[in-house]
T-cell receptor
């Protein structure tokens, strides 16, 4: 059983298009995240949601809009794609409160290539 | 604010040799510390974590790390490298709180030669 699953795994698109990446976790966690990994492998947090509420938004362009329909899902929609958006996007989840050990559980990543 | 520095973007070892990947952290409160491994074209897998219990932490695949508060370090070691250990390794820090926000180092690519 996949704990954190993302779709699609690969996405190739043209500049200016709009695309979405979906993420689902079956771990019962309350908090979900999107991280971006650039071409140099650097991982940087983009967003964090706790139980459908946005709690972290790290100076990401407003072309990026996360949406959390419920606490098990966190989708990422990107408008007007630019070349610099090419990266691997990782979804992650974690419990909170006394269950929180700081560990994040990651999906397999979605590689976005903008041409 | 928390930060992580990994010394060396690439580390090369021979199969059977000691693996040492360095990580230093900065945190204003007691930290949680992690090592994750990323194999090519895959996601991140947790190797081990320190969460204020024993300072020597054992992880999967024979890896271990020691938390040294005086040196603000959390170096990763393995006594004998295997070809299958070749991957990207990330050190990360999280401050103890209700919500986790992992701050990652820039990663160290471990290369293992026969």
């Amino acid at each position: 059983d996949t704990a954190v699953s993302q779709t699609p795994k690969y996405l190739v698109t043209q500049m200016g298009n709009d695309k979405s990446i979906k993420c689902e976790q079956n771990l019962g966690h309350d908090t979900m995240y999107w991280y971006k990994q650039d071409s140099k492998k650097f991982l940087k947090i983009m967003f964090s949601y706790n139980n459908k509420e946005l709690i972290i938004n790290e100076t990401v362009p407003n072309r990026f809009s996360p949406k959390s329909p419920d606490k098990a899902h966190l989708n990422l929609h990107i408008n007007s794609l630019e070349l610099g958006d090419s990266a691997v996007y990782f979804c992650a989840s974690s419990p909170i409160g006394r269950k929180n050990t700081g560990e994040l559980f990651f999906g397999e990543g979605s590689r976005l290539t903008v041409l | 604010a928390q930060s992580v520095t990994q010394l060396g973007s690439h580390v090369s070892v021979s199969e059977g040799a000691l693996v040492l990947l360095r990580c230093n952290y900065s945190s204003s409160v007691p930290p949680y510390l992690f090592w994750y491994v990323q194999y090519p074209n895959q996601g991140l897998q947790l190797l081990l974590k320190y969460t204020s219990a024993a300072t020597l932490v054992k992880g999967i695949n024979g890896f271990e790390a020691e938390f040294k508060k005086s040196e603000t370090s959390f170096h990763l070691t393995k006594p004998s490298a295997h070809m299958s250990d070749a991957a990207e390794y990330f050190c990360a820090v999280s401050e103890e709180s209700g919500y986790s926000t992992l701050t990652f180092g820039k990663g160290t690519m471990l290369l293992v030669s026969p």
